[in-house]
């Protein structure tokens, strides 16, 4: 294996973390207010077939990108109304907001293009083009550094990089600001916030707010960035892996980003190479592809150190009265 | 929400109509839904020819779940609907249920294999028309390296495969053939995302054609060769046009000409019994048209229509791999 190869590997590897990293950052803010959310699946998917449709039909990959959003902050207030304001339960709510995705990006596509619920596919101006950093064409022939800043740093869309921001960005919210705090207060002791005069509702509306957020992007980078637009179920799966990470990365922003790409480089690894030889057991495309569920249930069970999730996570805040 | 009320509405008309008995044929179409690009589609525009050419009408639903299967069969069996035409091989157990409570009733099975004796089974030589596929892959091919990426990994895909792999042999004995499978499980049908993926490790590898079976993922390879300007091979219906000028040609099952034939026979007509459309019966091909004209050559024609009448005439036999389970020229 040369090194071409690995540099080729690695930059699939971005490109297949990336969606998992805004979605599993997505799900911390929800899940470090105590809000859990096994409806990134459906966000995602939501917000893909929004941003395709709207990438389509302005032609203006921006005009997608807000339409993803969007969609996905619907998916968000719902899932904020059945479980903070109704205090329903929230896996409950997150699993319907898996199934009604799955259903209405289909039957809204079909309306709008009879294309099958797929939209049509993007040309340019629909699309993000990947951005070459400054000065890769004149420093790719440098072995090993300039390659490396040539084939694996510079070359993604704007939205690879805006994903990865966030991880630092999302590190300082969290640890160094008041309301970062206060999120994180809420999800292991949301009665202490409420003493202390701070709204319990809105801290956890806003958490799921920017989940949705994060999930829009996630989903219109799978639509627009990735792929040339919307079919049917394509996240698949992705959200699940992306729940699995935040696990894998105990509710930590850099561990996230360090889980995820644990979980693109194990997929781009099954990609390349269909059955890997080690010196006489060959180990099936299927096993590197099961490994991220198996880390996650290894960790879960204790072995590598303990995943303790937010306190009250799960748990709908009941003042007292 | 209008589409909502689209919906329900049609549901109940549905719901309604169900009770009438009538002659009327059905059509169920598989989860990939009506308007796929691809094989349910090609039998709706088999059933629409007939529609528009005889003027009879048709029944249809679109599953969208597996658990509606048998209660679709069973649905369309007692409103009287005959013969009643399903999509896709999940259909087969169903229908060995369903078939025998209704002996009156003609099913057709397209790519499975329910053996009742009112059954009308239909496979497909896909092997046949992967072959014709992977000569004109090889007669394309430059590098020498040509790739295929297949869906779920079932046998009926590595027929697929297999067929591909001695086509492209035939003209090039030393290519390689790197064959890649999406997942194990249904949802690789629509991961455009890893087809992308896998698409750019087959041209690291060298490949400069790839052919999909890979139905909705296959949107996602043909998608990554146009951008990255390589040729690709699409499958089941036509889908030269996804990408003009880019893809080599596409893999034909005339699903359409089954699902036609079937209509035109109509209930007292319909053979049943095990059918199988090859190259011979024009039931499989690869696609020439505008959108592909100028990637073809004379060479190239002269060489599928030599590979057609040497697999019609018998001259050259295509390994079939779901009937050996073994593949000599492709490792799995």
């Not at chain 1, 850099?254 to 693109?264: K, S, T």
Request: hydrophobic share 50%; aromatic share 8%; net charge negative.
């Amino acid at each position: 294996m040369d090194f071409v190869t690995i540099l080729q590997v690695l930059d699939s590897t971005v490109r297949l973390a990336i969606p998992l990293l805004l979605a599993c950052l997505a799900g911390l803010y929800s899940e470090r207010a105590g809000i859990f959310d096994i409806g990134l699946e459906g966000k995602m998917l939501a917000a893909a077939m929004a941003a395709g449709a709207f990438a389509a039909l302005s032609g203006n990959v921006w005009v997608g990108l807000l339409a993803g959003v969007g969609a996905s902050l619907v998916m968000s207030a719902l899932h904020g109304l059945a479980s903070i304001t109704f205090r329903g339960n929230q896996l409950i709510s997150g699993v319907a907001i898996n199934m009604l995705a799955a259903g209405i990006t289909v039957l809204i596509a079909q309306d709008l293009f009879r294309q099958g619920g797929r939209t049509p596919s993007l040309s340019d101006g629909g699309r993000w083009d990947p951005i070459s950093l400054p000065f890769s064409e004149s420093l790719s022939g440098i072995p090993f550094f300039g390659q490396t800043y040539d084939e694996l740093i510079s070359g993604h869309s704007l939205l690879v990089y805006v994903a990865i921001a966030f991880v630092p960005l999302t590190w300082w919210v969290l640890y160094r600001t008041r309301f970062g705090l206060r999120l994180r207060a809420v999800g292991e002791n949301p009665a202490s916030v409420d003493t202390a005069g701070i709204s319990v509702i809105r801290l956890r509306y806003t958490a799921v707010m920017i989940c949705g957020v994060l999930c829009g992007v996630a989903g219109a980078y799978l639509a627009t960035g990735l792929q040339a637009g919307f079919i049917k179920d394509m996240t698949a799966g992705r959200g699940f892996i992306a729940l699995a990470a935040l696990i894998f990365a105990k509710w930590r922003p850099w561990y996230a980003l360090w889980a995820c790409l644990l979980f693109g480089l194990l997929q781009a690894v099954a990609i390349r190479y269909q059955s890997i030889d080690l010196g006489g057991i060959t180990i099936p495309v299927q096993f590197m592809e099961a490994l991220p569920y198996i880390l996650t249930v290894v960790i879960l069970a204790g072995f590598v150190g303990r995943a303790i999730p937010p306190k009250a996570g799960g748990e709908p805040y009941v003042k007292e009265r | 929400m209008t589409s909502m009320k689209h919906l329900f509405g049609a549901a109940a008309a549905l719901a309604l109509t169900a009770g009438l008995a009538s002659a009327e044929p059905a059509l169920i179409f598989d989860l990939g839904g009506k308007f796929d690009k691809s094989f349910n589609e090609a039998g709706y525009n088999g059933a629409q020819r007939w529609a528009d050419e005889t003027g009879g009408t048709y029944r249809e639903i679109e599953l969208s779940s597996e658990a509606q299967r048998e209660q679709a069969l069973r649905r369309f069996a007692e409103a009287g609907a005959n013969p009643i035409i399903t999509m896709g091989f999940a259909m087969t157990v169903p229908i060995e249920t369903v078939a025998p409570e209704y002996p009156d009733t003609k099913f057709v099975n397209i790519d499975g294999w329910a053996n009742l004796p009112n059954v009308q089974t239909v496979s497909f030589a896909e092997h046949e028309g992967s072959y014709l596929a992977g000569v004109m892959a090889a007669k394309a091919s430059k590098s020498g390296t040509v790739g295929f990426i297949g869906g779920m990994d079932i046998p009926l895909i590595r027929k697929f495969a297999c067929g591909y792999a001695q086509g492209v042999k035939s003209v090039n004995p030393d290519a390689t053939v790197i064959s890649n499978m999406t997942g194990t499980t249904p949802a690789a049908w629509n991961d455009p995302v890893k087809g992308s993926e896998l698409t750019k490790a087959q041209i690291a590898e060298g490949a400069d054609v790839v052919y999909a079976a890979a139905g909705g993922t296959g949107v996602g390879v043909l998608q990554t060769a146009a951008d990255e300007g390589i040729l690709s091979i699409g499958v089941d219906s036509n889908q030269n046009y996804l990408h003009s000028g880019q893809v080599l040609t596409s893999m034909l099952k005339r699903v359409d000409n089954t699902v036609y034939n079937a209509l035109k026979a109509g209930a007292d007509g319909l053979e049943t019994g095990f059918i199988n459309m090859d190259l011979a019966s024009d039931g499989v091909g690869v696609a020439f048209d505008e959108h592909n004209a100028p990637l073809v050559n004379d060479d190239m024609k002269m060489a599928v229509a030599a590979a057609t009448d040497g697999i019609v005439s018998g001259s050259i036999t295509v390994e079939n791999y779901a009937a050996s389970e073994s593949c000599s020229v492709l490792e799995f």
